[in-house]
């Protein structure tokens, strides 16, 4: 939905993201940049969960005695090795 807005901007900041978007107008400039920060909101989110997963994850597995290190060489001998 689209709606008329009249709103008060900083025009270097406006010509800014115009230029960093490569945009020919102000209002797609404002669109991307809106779009930018949803994106990152949105990844940020995604972000958050994986790490509550993974804090889980090692919470429920407990203490163990393996080196982590050694499975972070395993790991990067696997995907050098892949071709």
Avoid: C
């Avoid at 230029?19 to 994106?39: C, G, P, Q, W, Y």
Wanted: no cysteine.
């Amino acid at each position: 939905m689209l709606r008329y807005k009249h709103l008060r901007l900083d025009q270097e900041k406006v010509e800014k993201a115009k230029k960093i978007f490569r945009s020919k107008t102000e209002t797609e400039a404002m669109d991307r940049a809106l779009e930018n920060v949803i994106e990152r909101d949105q990844e940020l989110l995604r972000r958050r969960r994986l790490m509550k997963r993974i804090l889980e994850l090692r919470k429920s597995l407990g203490k163990t005695r393996e080196d982590s290190a050694e499975w972070i060489r395993l790991a990067r001998q696997e995907r050098n090795q892949s071709p």
